[in-house]
């Protein structure tokens, strides 16, 4: 993998690990769970069991991504495009549920749908 393609890779597992703690961690701020469209703290109460798996699931792709990096070769390299296709399949999927989250998916999508895309030609 090119090394112009691992940026990107790297971009898209610390994007990842962001997420992660503001899901699973910091998601109990006003400040936060309005990033995720929920409006008080009665919706955050609800909203927090799923924000925080999915900020585990989102911890899981930054440690696919990243770690396949660490690990090298063919097959650190199927690991970390593996989970930037999960990335970027997620970020479609988001843009899909709710296209208000249109900013969010690009964010999440764009640098593992770049890494993918450079890994392919480069």
Not at 62 to 88: P, R, V
Request: net charge positive; aromatic share 10%; glycine share 10%.
């Amino acid at each position: 993998m090119s090394v112009i393609a691992q940026v990107f890779v790297v971009v898209a597992g610390v994007f990842h690990l962001a997420v992660f703690a503001m899901e699973s961690l910091l998601f109990r701020k006003p400040r936060t769970y309005r990033r995720f469209l929920v409006k008080d703290d009665a919706e955050a109460a609800i909203a927090r069991p799923w924000a925080f798996n999915q900020g585990f699931y989102n911890l899981f792709l930054a440690l696919g991504a990243l770690g396949g990096l660490i690990w090298g070769g063919d097959k650190g390299e199927a690991i970390s495009l593996f989970a930037c296709a999960c990335m970027a399949g997620a970020g479609l999927v988001l843009v899909a549920s709710d296209r208000r989250m249109v900013q969010a998916a690009a964010s999440q999508a764009g640098p593992p749908i770049i890494a993918l895309v450079l890994a392919a030609v480069l």
